[in-house]
């Protein structure tokens, strides 16, 4: 878990999630030595109540966001982030569109993937400078590729 990795390094993080069930699970998960370091909130990550960060991380938050709207995200968190946000997206693969073309033949459309796969090319014309790639990560029929945006 990457909340508890940023905690033992000596961060103090503060985990969002939108579904409390989520965070419930990461807490009960957690060390009990890191707890003074980390703060659970339920919520949406571009709230502003949420205070300013020195670094953001949106670990598979925004896979299910068009271009615009991770555009839009990554303004609002930078707007609050002194130094880089590293977030993740569904890379626009051949394969990945082959998945999720096939998936869109069965009877039900709810069957192909929600995520929204993006081309780095699209984003990086949307958000601008600051924007770069990281590393991929791939492992069987996951793929995800990882960027960093500095505002």
Sequence with gaps: MMTAELAARGADVLAVDIAPQLLAIAERRLP???????????????DPGLGRFDHAVAMDSLIYYST??????????GDRTNR???FTIAPRTALLMAFFGLGKLFP??????????QAFGALARTIG????????V??????????EYRP
């Design 68 to 77: 615009a709207d991770i555009a839009a995200a990554l303004a609002k968190i």
């Design 32 to 46: 009990d030595a890191l707890r003074p370091r980390v703060t659970f909130a339920a919520g949406e990550m571009t």
């Design 84 to 86: 880089a946000i590293v």
């Design 108 to 117: 039900r459309r709810d069957r192909s993937p929600r995520m929204v796969p």
């Design 138 to 147: 791939t492992s069987g029929f996951y793929i995800s590729e990882c960027l």
């Design 129 to 136: 400078p600051g924007l770069s790639r990281v590393d991929r």
